[in-house]
């Protein structure tokens, strides 16, 4: 499995988006499309970039009745995205549904992985809210082992969390992990952040970049510094 850096193209039109992809020439950046993107612009938004010769991480993260969850996912699959994602929370059995869901009839199907807790929820509405009377770590491990035995490729998580994801759940087992500044680069809203050098040292099979480089002055040359860091 290649490493990789996946532009995070959270763009409110296909317009912006490609203009901003169109500064890039040389190179054709895996890209992640959001649901901001995705609902604004329907299924046209990833034809157009994938006919662009993108490869895309459809970022949707589905939860649902298995039944749904499996219908969606075969939609999904027709649209020819290379990555797509639900959440863990759905259950094993919603897991499995979906990647049947996935699987086309020549066998072929796109990367399926977790989310397990969004960065979002703290430990403390965890345990006050849901109700789940574990650390957050733990549940992290929970979940993303329920999406190994479910036979996903692996979890979206922070590059801190990748390291004890693959103690837990084995070296194959994929992480993709948001949260990624340069060291001398503005944090923004994010908490948990650390370098693309760093996730690399930590695990990281791909880290999702936004801002960093869809805000940069020059985001070719941005992504070609993650790719140094992170790839090479
Ligand atoms: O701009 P920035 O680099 O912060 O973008 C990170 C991307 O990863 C955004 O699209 C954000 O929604 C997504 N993401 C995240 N943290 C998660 C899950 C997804 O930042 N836990």
Redesign the pocket.
Known sequence: MGKDVII?C?FSSAQATFDFLDKFNEEKPFV?I?MELYYAEGPSIVKEIKKRGHKIFL?LKLHDIPNTVKKSMAVLSKIDVDMTNLHAAGTIDMMKAALEGLTREDGTRPLLIA?TQ???TSEERMQNELLINASINDTIIKYANNAKEAGLDGV???PLEAGMVKDSCGKAFMTVT????FADGDI???VRVTTPAKAKEIGSDYI?????I?AAEDPVAAYRRCVAEFVD
């Open positions: 995070a959270d992640k959001g970022d989310v969004l960065t979002s979206v998580c922070s948001p949260g990624v500044r923004g809203d994010q999702v970049v936004g801002r960093p869809t």
